[in-house]
Structure formats: structure tokens, C-alpha cells
DNA sequence: CGGTGACTTGACACTGATCAACTCATGTGG
DNA sequence: CCACATGAGTTGATCAGTGTCAAGTCACCG
């Protein structure tokens, strides 16, 4: 058994004594080891500290915190905040089930985000020293991990191609297409799912004010081309809505 | 002597019969090997193809071309242009010498932008294959490597925050100052520089319209915060655009 | 020179920010 | 159990910042 590198001091957070056996994950086909055989898989299961809880509202990690692991969400979401000397935020991401947290660290160390889980979170802590080792050996490891960090240079550019858009709607509609993409990929209904987050959250990644977001999803569900209660949307015309959004290929 | 790798046809381009003594070149501590030894350093000058010169105003790569390669700018300075089905343009980044181009291919192995020269320039290609296996074998070469993919993870997010900020002239400001910067990096002044790009390219890139940069930069020369000639640029009071930026920290 | 593209400036319209009031759900304590 | 406070969200009225359209200037190149 491998040594441990728990380090995050979080009260919240609590460990849990067992292995990690990521062949029986969920997620385990779509997490980092995404195209290894099972021996890279039991060398990478060595690298996974024990897992973490993060309570509802409660930070994984803070700006400024000296950068050791990724994390990967294995239950639950979070959103990843930055905020600059002034204090204002800006919510760069969300992360859901078997997405990868803190790659924002790999130059400086330091996180540059506050990562706060929207509901009670399960992630799985991967000392990233150790990956970057195993990754010498591993060609398939390397090739993962080259993947993943490729996948976030993506994400963040189809973003920036997103918030070009002129039309508080048009970036809305991209953004609610994204999260019906990413239920799908979790195995749940592209169709209809819950928001995790508050419409506040929603307005910051947009960048617009709230009143708009709200305001747009009334107008979108007058329409007809979604169905709003609360936090649970429907999505009843995907076709218009990925015409409004006009996003970039992928 | 190893293979060459040279796959892109663009008629422009021509190739230089030299080695790439990147000991010599000017950007050696800023482009990829930064942090590597001498012997390393060798190892890595094997994996450039020839340099290749593309001219002012025509591309390197296009969307949808095959990905290869990786290139350092030696010389001059790109535009990173991302188009969608509906035709829109978004300008993603602009590369300046020792910076780097082609990472947006990572995952899906095609370029999803097109990558245009913005004054006749010099690329060091770099077949990414052969860099992926040669960091297997140097740790150094893998850590530059993931440093360099963080870099490029932690400029989009900076330019995210960038976006976020309402107001055209908080990002009007944040792009000049980001430009001092560079151009410092490149050791060149850093409080007087020429713009290469178009206004319509600055738009793009801070999602506005050519119309409203133009506007900024008469009312920030008026505020007697730059003066503006052209594309020819002075800062004059760093402090003040910096405070207007209102960027994170890096 | 005349033509072209890059850039600037002005007038006006409209999206979305701001401020304020209101609803609604949730949780607390007497 | 109710009164109350709190935070999330919606809706309305107003206004500023920018987008849009149009005209004009400027610099460069054949």
C-alpha cells in the first residue's frame, strides 16, 4: 500500500478508510485513466490518496493554497472561483462527476481558484508528483494525463468562443446545451435535469447580471423551447437551442 | 540527423535548410526547454523540423488540418481564429516569439482553429509525437512540458476574468497592459510597442466591437492614460491601467 | 493619383445593468 | 404552531453603455 498525501486541513472534510478500486467507479471510463490497461489502472488506483467529503458550500481549496493534488470529482459537483485583489469573482468552471479539479495550478503551485461544492462531494484526491513520475513510465499514463490537460485547454476555449457571443440568450442557450451534454455523459437525461447551481453562479460564468439570466429563461420557456421549474430544467426544443447557441464544433 | 516531419503545405511557406541550435535562439529560456540541461537541450533540437517562414497574412494551420505538430514562434506574431458552422470569427489568443501554437489540438488530433501570421514570421515545428515519446525518457522534458500545457490552461483563464469584467474599457486596459508585459517578456520596451494586429482583431478578441475600441483608446488618450498613434502605443500611466484592469493576480 | 482597406467619429437604437419591490421557500426561536 | 428573518428568484421601470449604421479621414500601394 502506498503512503497517503492528505494534506487538505478542510473540517469539514473526512476520509475514508477504504481503497480505491476506480474498475468499479462509475466514472472510471471517463476519469483521468480513460484508455489504460488494467496494469496502469492498479499502478494509478496507488496514487489516490483516500477519498474526501466536501459538505454543501464548503471549499475543497482556496486561492492561494500550495498546489499538491488533482481532484477528481467521483459524486456531487463544484463551481471554481477566482477572485482578484479588488474582490471580484468570476466563476470559471463547473465540475461534475468524473471531471478533473486543479489544473488551474500547474504553473505557480497555487490554485488560483476557490473550488466550493454545490451539493455534499465525493472526490478522489491524485497526487500530482506521483502521476508525474508514474507518467515516465506509463506511456499510456502520459498519453491520459496529456489528454486531460488537452481537454481543459478546450473546455476554456469553447467557453471564450461562447462568451464572444453577443446575446445574453444565445449564451445561454450554449450554456444549458453544455450541461444537457454533460448529464448525458453521466448517464442521466439530456432532456431534463436539475441545476446545481444558483441562477447568481449561472449570471457570473455568463457574465451577465442575474436579473437577465432570469429573465431569459422566462422568455426561453415562453417560447417553448424550455421548460422551467425552480432549479429543474426541461429542455423541449434542443434543435432551436443548439441553433441559438451557435457554438464551436465540438 | 533525425526525420523530418514537414506535412504542412501551405505554398507560403519555405523551409530553412539550418539546425536548430536552440542555444543560440533568442527565446531558449522562455519556449519550451526552459528548465532543461544541456543534454537534454540536445535531445530536443532533435525534434524540430526545419523552421518554416509563413507570410504576412496567411495561415500556418487551418481548422480541421491533422495535428503534428506544435510550433514555437521564433519570429513575429500569430492570430489564433476560431470559426463556427454559422461563420462567426472569434480571435482566441495572439503568439508572440517563444510562445507557443497548436495546443488547441491536443484531444482531438485536428486544429479547431485556424492560426494566421500577423506579420511575416518563424516557427520552430515540433513534432508532438516524438515529444511525448521523448518525455518518457527525460523528466525535465515532461515537466516543461505539462508546465507549458498549465501556462496555456492559466492564460485562458486569465483572459476569461479578463472578459468577465463589464465594461469595455477595464478589458481595452487589461489587453494593453497584458501586451506591455509580453512585450517586456520578448525584451523589448514595455511601456511603448506596436500593436500588430487590427483593431477589428482587438475587438474580437475583448468581445466588442471595433467601433468601442476605438472609442476607448481616444477617451483613455483624452484621460491622458496612453497615447496613441496608429498602431504605435505609449503607456503613460501604468499604475492607472492596471488599476483599471482589475485583472488576477499573475 | 485613384483605389482600397484601416480607422475614427457622430447619431441613434436597443440590449442589458441597475435599483426597487415583490414572491416564495426555508429555517429559527418563542 | 406561528411570527419572523433570511436568501433565492422573479418582475417592473429606468437609464447607461454599446451595438449599429453612416459618413468621413487617413495611410498605403499599385
Known amino acids: 500500500m502506498q503512503q497517503h498525501w492528505i494534506t487538505c486541513k478542510d473540517v469539514s472534510t473526512k476520509h475514508h478508510p477504504q481503497h480505491h478500486p476506480c474498475a468499479s467507479c462509475p466514472g472510471v471510463t471517463r476519469c483521468l485513466p480513460l484508455g489504460l490497461d488494467t496494469h496502469d ?6 496514487l489516490f490518496s483516500p477519498r474526501l467529503t466536501v459538505k454543501k458550500g464548503e471549499t475543497l481549496y482556496r ?3 500550495t498546489f499538491r493534488h488533482l481532484y477528481a470529482v467521483r459524486q456531487g459537483c463544484f463551481k471554481t472561483v477566482a477572485l482578484n485583489a479588488e474582490g471580484r469573482e468570476q466563476i470559471m468552471g ?18 488560483v481558484c476557490d ?40 473546455r476554456e476555449q469553447a467557453l471564450m468562443y461562447t462568451l464572444g457571443n453577443p446575446g445574453a440568450e444565445a449564451r445561454l442557450a450554449s450554456f444549458l446545451v453544455d450541461m444537457s451534454r454533460r448529464s448525458a455523459m453521466r448517464g442521466h437525461d439530456d432532456m431534463q435535469f436539475n441545476l446545481p447551481m444558483r441562477r447568481v453562479d449561472i449570471a457570473s460564468y455568463l457574465s451577465c447580471r442575474i436579473e437577465t439570466v432570469s429573465r431569459c429563461l422566462t422568455q426561453m420557456q ?24 451557435a457554438d464551436i464544433s465540438p
Chains 1, 2 share one sequence.
Open 63 to 65: 486561492c492561494g493554497d
Open 115 to 154: 473550488a466550493v461544492a454545490l451539493e455534499t462531494s465525493e472526490v478522489c484526491p491524485l497526487h500530482f508528483q506521483s502521476l508525474e513520475s508514474l507518467a515516465q513510465t506509463a506511456p499510456t499514463l502520459l498519453h491520459s494525463l496529456l489528454r486531460v490537460l488537452g481537454r481543459e485547454i478546450q
Open 41 to 46: 489502472l492498479d499502478q494509478i488506483e496507488g
Open 222 to 245: 415562453d417560447q417553448g423551447l424550455i421548460q422551467v421549474r425552480a432549479r429543474a430544467i426541461s429542455l423541449l426544443d434542443m434543435r432551436a437551442l443548439k441553433a441559438l447557441a
Open 94 to 111: 463547473f465540475q461534475f462527476s468524473a471531471e478533473l479539479l486543479g489544473m488551474d495550478a500547474l504553473v505557480s503551485n497555487r490554485h
